[in-house]
């Protein structure tokens, strides 16, 4: 390596640089400090400094990747449940509110399942509507409160 280049490439036009950060042409050297050292040079008697490297950048999650993930946790679950129903094709009679079907046992859980689950959202719906009743009355009796 020539002497001077201080390991840069020797075909580069310009000015060789001492340091990477002094990438303008005409940029002075940096100024001594007291000690007599290069200003943001450590001194041979300090422990040497490493810095962090900078955090990755997650991208923001979005609607588009939620419903994205959503959709294929949908397809993962119907896919179970597709292979839950053929393998329990045997034939089971059941009986619902007075009706007697003959169903595959596959089918007849997923029925049962599906009732849970509407039983549960009907629950659920009513809470939220009297929440809802009781947060309007408790709004409705502290706007009276500050008007009067």
Sequence with gaps: MPAGTHGYLSDMT???YT???DDRPGTPPPPADPTG???GQPHPDEPTRTST???ERVPART?????????IAA????????????????RVQ?????????????????LA??????????IGAARVVQLRHTTRRIAKKAGSESAG
């Design 113 to 122: 399942a599906v009732l849970g689950a509407l039983l549960v959202a009907l």
């Design 19 to 21: 340091r990477p950060e």
């Design 75 to 90: 397809v993962v679950v119907l896919l179970l449940l597709l292979i839950f129903i053929l393998q329990n094709g045997s």
């Design 94 to 110: 059941i009986n619902l509110f007075g009706a007697n079907p003959d169903l595959p046992l596959g089918v007849a859980l997923l």
């Design 37 to 39: 050292e290069p200003h």
């Design 14 to 16: 310009g000015p060789l």
């Design 53 to 55: 490297p900078a955090p």
């Design 63 to 71: 609607r588009t990747g939620a419903l994205w993930v959503s959709s």
